[in-house]
Every structure is written in structure tokens, then in C-alpha cells.
């Protein structure tokens, strides 16, 4: 499997309702962000936690990183019709270069 | 905030064509990324630039090159374009060499080899 890797691959939950995503990798990394693209579009960057951290806010946004698992899971609360896109992780590895390494990505669909 | 402009939204070339794709920063940073993606597969990493007129390759090089000769211009080259090159190709660029800052990414193009 992929460095970064995202499940479920799709998710249709009701609006109203949370949808939490959770992204495996490999590598020892400096940190974990999250990223959304809504269809046809670039990708936005959300949330950013570092190696040291455990858990970080932003919003309606929790993101949680496990390093002992190699896991992250993203969760937003109280979703809307306009969280309805592709959330993608990425991983800053320690090695030192400038590469961020991006999983398969997780398809929201929220139901009005 | 960061804008990161590709001057295509949409492009379709012929097979063997040089094709390029263009890519301009206003933040004035040093590392510029150019990415190509596929359903399933993701985002892959073609080429990086960490200063102008440098440059690294990525996971899938092959096929392509790059130019940077000004540091908020970084610009992808398909050589003799391919119908496997048919993809989204995404840009983007973050500041300084510091590892926990996050990417900034344009708008993609979406590219189209008959």
C-alpha cells in the first residue's frame, strides 16, 4: 500500500452529521497535513500537526496522529453540504528534502 | 494569501507535441512542485525546484522536464507529449526550507493528448 493512505475511499453521510477519515503511512515523518479538493479543483490545505503533536483544532476540524500506529484520522463535526469533496493526507518525511508524499484520497459526500 | 496561477485550466495537444504548462507564485518562495494525478493513484511528484535554476526529480520524471530561470515561474515541459500523459497537472509552491509549513496549490490543468 501507498505511503499516506486514506480509508474509507468513499463516504456519504447525512448534513448534520460527523465523518471522520483515516490516513496509514509508513515512514518516520515531521508531519502530517491535510488537504481538500473540491471537484476540478486544486487542493486547499486545512490542517497541518506535527510529530510531537497529538491531537490539533482548526474550526470544525479534528485531527488526530498516532505515531506508534503510523495513523491519523481527520474528523469534522457537524458536516455540511459544502464539506462534499476529495480529503487527501501527506506526509513531510524526516529525511530532509522537500517532498510531501499524498495518499489516494477520501471521496465526502454529504446528503442534504 | 498565496496565489498560485497555471495558465491553463484546460489544454489538448497532439500526440508528439512539446507541450508547457506554466506555473507563477506571488509569494516570493523558494520551492515550487509540479504534480500529476490519476484516479486511484493519487498525487504524484514529477519535478521540485528549491531555487531558480535548480531542480530535482520526483517519482515519475520520465517524459518530462523542467524550467525554472525566474523564482516565481516554474514551468513543466512535456517533450514529444504522450496519449499516457492525458492527466491533471497540479502546481504548487511553499516557502523556506521549513518542514512544517504546507504546500499552496493552483488550480490544476487539465491535459488532453489525442
Known amino acids: 500500500s501507498q505511503q499516506g493512505e486514506e480509508d474509507p475511499q468513499a463516504l456519504s453521510i447525512q448534513e448534520g452529521e460527523n465523518a471522520t477519515m483515516n490516513c496509514s503511512y509508513k515512514t518516520s515523518i515531521n508531519n502530517l497535513q491535510w488537504y481538500r479538493q473540491n471537484s476540478g479543483r486544486g487542493l486547499v490545505h486545512l490542517i497541518l500537526i506535527r510529530s510531537n503533536e497529538r491531537e490539533k483544532h482548526s474550526g470544525r476540524l479534528r485531527v488526530t496522529l498516532d505515531t506508534s500506529k503510523k495513523s491519523s484520522s481527520l474528523l469534522i463535526t457537524a458536516s455540511r453540504a459544502a464539506d462534499t469533496a476529495s480529503y487527501f493526507c501527506a506526509t513531510d518525511s524526516n529525511f530532509g528534502n522537500e517532498k510531501l508524499t499524498f495518499g489516494t484520497g477520501t471521496r465526502l459526500t454529504i446528503i442534504p | 494569501d498565496v496565489k498560485v496561477t497555471q495558465s491553463s485550466r484546460y489544454l489538448v495537444k497532439r500526440t508528439g507535441e512539446k507541450v508547457f504548462l506554466e506555473c507563477v507564485q506571488d509569494m516570493d518562495h523558494e520551492n515550487m512542485f509540479w504534480y500529476r494525478q490519476d484516479p486511484g493513484l493519487g498525487l504524484r511528484l514529477i519535478y521540485f525546484?528549491?531555487?531558480?535554476?535548480?531542480?530535482e526529480k520526483g517519482d515519475i520524471p520520465e517524459g518530462y522536464s523542467v524550467s525554472r530561470e525566474k523564482k516565481e515561474r516554474f514551468s513543466l515541459i512535456l517533450e514529444s507529449a504522450s496519449t499516457n500523459q492525458t492527466s491533471m497537472y497540479l502546481c504548487a509552491s511553499r516557502g523556506p526550507r521549513d518542514f512544517n509549513q504546507p504546500q499552496h496549490f493552483g488550480d490544476g490543468t487539465r491535459l488532453s493528448i489525442l
Open positions: 525546484s528549491y531555487d531558480v535554476k535548480m531542480k
